[in-house]
């Protein structure tokens, strides 16, 4: 069979078995590309398919690899990169959309590989992990050498994306973008993703809604790393104003981030009237070490404080100093065991360009605050209370998770 009607037949199936998918790729056109390695590709509304690869695939398999790649176009994976690595966020993003067609029930192709713990994860917070596990493995054979910067790069060009198998598309196609381009594809397909589910459901389609409901009372509580990060990663991105998923795109795991190599400003406060133990402090700054692996260009500022600042520290991406070792000598030196005052704090970063606080405290704070023209991330100890706090995002840290 001519491989075009194979395409074409499967668009219909996959609007009558998954409308929401079946809508969106009703925005795009098939055409022959005998060049794409893979068995197909998408540029901008254009799915291009190698008549010569498509053949491999049945049915089912092809409406998956049409839903694969309208899922790239549609969540901005091929403007997203930035700086990444080519390889890594290849990787990243395949992982992104094959957990999230998983989740909708789609059959993969043999030979898909799905790592477990990159489900319900943005193709961002997937790379950061990817990179990290990169960055461990290099030290690790480097022999204690510091590796210089050419040389990382060396390595991670040789990183064969993670060595997860992709059959399904190659993304030679994705091309750089405007800013502006960006900003309006992202509006364009949020738009449409919003309609396509809205049909969706209209047709009576909800699976994702109710494996949501199925796991919202069988999951429980959040990770708060989980929920920090997002947090931290939405904010290195504030310019184009967050995209939080909206409901009806939830119900497909959709979580849509505009993603752009912005600066990461933020400031860490830790509260040091004596309420927060070692361990937690330990936990929570070993966090925001984290969280720093999830952007290469960021500032970042340090604050002890009890009833008032004891330790103050700003540290930059562009700093050759090793910022392990500067947050631990943060750690070691702090200095409190008076009453709790937020209001310090709040004071000394008046003038600052930050776009988030996150203060680690007990919560036990009796001023009456201002809230401040930046977010604030309340991050609570196990024995603290959030009933004072009138502001603000507030997660509770869970040593244990
Ligand atoms: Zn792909």
Same mark, same amino acid.
């Given at each position: 069979?001519?491989?075009?009607?194979?395409?074409?037949?499967?668009?219909?199936?996959?609007?009558?078995?998954?409308?929401?998918?079946?809508?969106?790729?009703?925005?795009?056109?098939?055409?022959?590309? /005998?060049?794409?390695?893979?068995?197909?590709?998408?540029?901008?509304?254009?799915? @291009?398919?190698?008549?010569?690869?498509?053949?491999?695939?049945?049915?089912?398999?092809?409406?998956?690899?049409?839903?694969?790649?309208?899922?790239?176009?549609?969540?901005?994976?091929?403007?997203?990169?930035?700086?990444?690595?080519?390889?890594?966020?290849?990787?990243?993003?395949?992982?992104? *959309?094959?957990?999230?067609?998983?989740?909708?029930?789609?059959?993969?192709?043999?030979?898909?590989?799905?790592?477990?713990?990159?489900?319900?994860?943005?193709?961002?917070?997937?790379?950061?992990?990817?990179?990290?596990?990169?960055?461990?493995?290099?030290?690790?054979?480097?022999?204690?050498?510091?590796?210089?910067?050419?040389?990382?790069?060396?390595?991670?060009?040789?990183?064969?994306?993670?060595?997860?198998?992709?059959?399904?598309?190659?993304?030679?196609?994705?091309?750089?973008?405007?800013?502006?381009?960006?900003?309006?594809?992202?509006?364009?397909?949020?738009?449409?993703?919003?309609?396509?589910?809205?049909?969706?459901?209209?047709?009576?389609?909800?699976?994702?809604?109710?494996?949501?409901? *199925? /796991?919202?009372?069988?999951?429980?509580?959040?990770?708060?790393?989980?929920?920090?990060?997002?947090?931290?990663?939405?904010?290195?991105?504030?310019?184009?104003?967050?995209?939080?998923?909206?409901?009806?795109?939830?119900?497909?795991?959709? @979580?849509?981030?505009?993603?752009?190599?912005?600066?990461?400003?933020?400031?860490?406060?830790?509260?040091?009237?004596?309420?927060?133990?070692?361990?937690?402090?330990?936990?929570?700054?070993?966090? *925001?070490?984290?969280?720093?692996? @999830?952007?290469?260009?960021?500032?970042?500022?340090?604050?002890?404080?009890?009833?008032?600042?004891?330790? @103050?520290?700003?540290?930059?991406?562009?700093?050759?100093?090793?910022? +392990?070792?500067?947050?631990? /000598?943060?750690?070691?030196?702090?200095?409190?065991?008076?009453?709790?005052?937020?209001?310090?704090?709040?004071?000394?970063?008046?003038?600052?360009?930050? +776009?988030?606080?996150?203060?680690?405290?007990?919560?036990?704070?009796?001023?009456?605050?201002?809230?401040?023209?930046?977010?604030?991330?309340?991050?609570?100890?196990?024995?603290?209370?959030?009933?004072?706090?009138?502001?603000?995002?507030?997660?509770?840290?869970?040593?244990?998770?």
């Amino acid at each position: 069979m001519d491989q075009k009607k194979r395409l074409e037949k499967a668009r219909i199936q996959l609007l009558i078995n998954n409308p929401f998918f079946g809508h969106l790729a009703n925005y795009f056109q098939f055409k022959e590309n /005998k060049t794409i390695k893979g068995p197909i590709a998408t540029k901008n509304k254009t799915i @291009y398919y190698n008549p010569k690869n498509t053949t491999q695939y049945n049915n089912e398999e092809l409406q998956t690899s049409i839903a694969h790649v309208i899922m790239h176009t549609a969540l901005g994976h091929d403007w997203r990169q930035g700086n990444r690595n080519k390889k890594i966020w290849d990787t990243s993003t395949d992982q992104a *959309v094959n957990h999230l067609l998983n989740a909708s029930n789609f059959t993969l192709p043999k030979q898909t590989e799905l790592k477990a713990n990159f489900k319900d994860k943005s193709a961002e917070e997937i790379y950061a992990e990817l990179k990290k596990q990169i960055k461990e493995k290099n030290n690790k054979n480097q022999d204690k050498k510091q590796p210089n910067q050419k040389q990382i790069k060396e390595k991670n060009n040789q990183y064969k994306g993670a060595s997860l198998e992709n059959k399904i598309d190659s993304h030679e196609t994705w091309e750089k973008t405007t800013k502006k381009q960006q900003k309006n594809n992202q509006e364009e397909w949020k738009r449409r993703m919003t309609e396509a589910a809205k049909h969706a459901e209209k047709e009576g389609q909800l699976p994702g809604t109710i494996e949501r409901k *199925v /796991k919202k009372t069988t999951k429980p509580k959040i990770n708060w790393r989980h929920q920090l990060r997002r947090y931290i990663i939405q904010h290195a991105r504030d310019d184009y104003n967050w995209m939080r998923p909206n409901r009806r795109l939830l119900q497909y795991n959709i @979580y849509y981030p505009s993603a752009r190599n912005e600066k990461l400003e933020i400031a860490v406060a830790i509260d040091t009237s004596g309420s927060i133990s070692q361990n937690q402090l330990e936990t929570f700054l070993s966090e *925001v070490k984290e969280i720093l692996n @999830y952007t290469d260009n960021y500032k970042i500022i340090l604050i002890a404080c009890d009833a008032k600042i004891q330790n @103050y520290r700003e540290i930059t991406s562009e700093e050759t100093t090793n910022i +392990n070792k500067t947050i631990q /000598k943060f750690a070691e030196n702090i200095k409190g065991g008076g009453g709790t005052k937020y209001s310090p704090v709040l004071e000394k970063l008046k003038n600052k360009q930050i +776009n988030a606080l996150i203060y680690l405290t007990d919560g036990k704070c009796n001023e009456k605050l201002k809230k401040p023209k930046y977010d604030v991330i309340w991050a609570i100890s196990q024995q603290g209370t959030t009933e004072r706090i009138n502001f603000g995002k507030k997660i509770q840290i869970n040593t244990e998770n």
